[in-house]
């Protein structure tokens, strides 16, 4: 789908994400998606993303959860990344207080990608209903 939207509605699909604040990452898109940046004169993914003093998220469990599911999403990783071991050693060695337990398995993160993509479908379905109105009750000319 990504490649579709980078080489049929590449501008669309940059403006839309920018509207709703939705990061692009993907990296087979990146170069498509700076290309198109820089002919608008904006900044790149990477310029953006190297700007010293980027705010971290505080953690949370939810945060961990959401965060994983944007990198797995983001990345098109397979969802079954979370059970990699070596993964999982790399999270408890980053945070002392965090337990195997609490790293979510993939059946965790799957729920939350689909409650994240019909949270995104609502949001579509009302912007599109919006848009559907306002444009159907112009006055006839």
């Known amino acids: 789908l990504r490649k579709h939207l980078y080489e049929n509605h590449l501008d669309a699909w940059v403006e839309g994400c920018d509207k709703l604040k939705i990061p692009i990452n993907a990296k087979e898109a990146s170069k498509h998606v700076d290309a198109y940046r820089s002919r608008k004169g904006q900044k790149t993914g990477a310029s953006s993303n ?10 949370s469990q939810e945060a961990f959860v959401d965060a994983l599911v944007e990198f797995i999403v983001g990345d098109d990783q397979s969802i079954n990344v979370v059970e990699n071991q070596q993964l ?11 337990k195997d337990s609490d790293i979510p398995h993939r059946t965790k993160i799957r729920k939350r ?26 006055p006839d000319s």
């Open 50 to 59: 190297s700007e010293p003093g980027q705010k971290r998220t505080e953690f």
């Open 88 to 98: 999982r050693a790399i999270f408890l060695m980053l945070r002392a207080e965090l």
């Open 113 to 138: 990608i689909i409650e994240v993509w019909d949270e995104h479908l609502n949001t579509l379905q009302r912007e599109m209903g919006v848009y559907f109105l306002s444009s159907t009750s112009q």
